[in-house]
C-alpha cells in the first residue's frame, strides 16, 4: 500500500506539471538576419501557431511589434467562435494579423471565422503574398495547405520576383521541402507538430521545435502555443516567437 501511495503521489506530480507546461507562455526571442538587394527597415514579427482551445490574454504582448503571424490551428472543433474573437481583437490590437489555415480550423464555420477575421481586418493568406510595409521587395507568402489544390503553391508565389526577400509560412513543416527553386523563401515558418507534444527524453511523435539555418535560409518550426486531444505536454513547452527581421545587404550595396 505505501509504494502504491507513492506511485499515485508521483503520477499526481507529473500530471500536474504537464498540465502546468500546456498552459505555459514562454516566449522565445531571436533576431534573423534575411538577405536583401536593398536595405529595409528592421521589424519584430510575432508566430504564434496552434492556439486550438487556448485563451490568449490582453496582455501576452507587452513589446513592440509590428505584424502577427498565426501559423494556423487558432480553433478547433467545439471551440466558442466567442473566443477565437476575443483572441482576434487581442492580437489586433496589437499589430496588423495575417493567417494561413491549419488542418482544425474547418472544424467550425469557414463562413464564421471568415466574418471575424473581417471584422478584425486580418488578412488570410489563402495561397497569395502580399507586399510588407509598402515595400515591393519584402513578401510574405502563405499558402492553404489542407484546400489541396494542385496550383495552391503557383499562386502563392505569382508575385513574387526573384530579387524579393520572402517570408513563407503554412500550417505543415512538410511544406518545407516544395520551397526551392522558382518558389524560394528566406524564412519558412510552420507548426502543426507541437514538437511532439509529450516527449520522453529525446524520443516524441514529431521532432522537438526549432530554428535552424539550412541551406541558406531559416527555418522556424514552432511547439505551438496550445494543445489537442491530450491538454499536456512533457519536453515541449508551449511557445511563442517574437523575430526581430533585419536586412542583410550584399556587399558594396
Given amino acids: 500500500m505505501k509504494y502504491l501511495k507513492r506511485i499515485g503521489f508521483v503520477a499526481l506530480t507529473m500530471l500536474l506539471y504537464m498540465t502546468r507546461n500546456a498552459y505555459s507562455e514562454n ?9 536583401s538587394e536593398k536595405a529595409f527597415k528592421p521589424f519584430n514579427l ?3 501557431a496552434d492556439i486550438h482551445r487556448r485563451n ?6 507587452n513589446f ?13 472543433k467545439g471551440v466558442p467562435l466567442e473566443r477565437v474573437a476575443e483572441n482576434i481583437k487581442n492580437l489586433r490590437s496589437h499589430a496588423p494579423v495575417y493567417f494561413v489555415w491549419g488542418n482544425n480550423d474547418r472544424e467550425v464555420k469557414e463562413d464564421a471565422l471568415r466574418k471575424i477575421f473581417n471584422q478584425y481586418g486580418v488578412i488570410v493568406l489563402d495561397d497569395k503574398s502580399v507586399s510588407l510595409f509598402g515595400n515591393p521587395q519584402l513578401k510574405l507568402v502563405g499558402i492553404d495547405h489542407f484546400a489541396y489544390k494542385p496550383d495552391g503553391l503557383k499562386n502563392a508565389f505569382s508575385e513574387v520576383k526573384e530579387q524579393d526577400t520572402v517570408v513563407f509560412v503554412t500550417h ?3 511544406d518545407f521541402w516544395k520551397i526551392k527553386g522558382p518558389y524560394s523563401a528566406d524564412l519558412l515558418l ?3 507538430t507541437h514538437g511532439g507534444q509529450i516527449r520522453i ?11 535552424k539555418h539550412k541551406d541558406g535560409r531559416v527555418e522556424l518550426i514552432t511547439n505551438g502555443f496550445g494543445t489537442t486531444t491530450l491538454h499536456l505536454r512533457l519536453g515541449a513547452p508551449a511557445e511563442y516567437h517574437l523575430l526581430t527581421i533585419i536586412p542583410e545587404t550584399k556587399i558594396g550595396e
Fill in 27 to 35: 516566449l522565445v526571442k531571436k533576431t534573423i538576419k534575411l538577405p
Fill in 64 to 76: 513592440p511589434v509590428d505584424l502577427i503571424v498565426i501559423g494556423g490551428d487558432l480553433v478547433e
Fill in 190 to 192: 510552420a507548426g502543426h
Fill in 172 to 174: 505543415t513543416p512538410f
Fill in 46 to 48: 510575432l508566430f504564434i
Fill in 201 to 211: 527524453g529525446p524520443f516524441g511523435m514529431f521532432k522537438k521545435g526549432s530554428i
Fill in 56 to 61: 490568449i490574454k490582453a496582455n501576452l504582448i
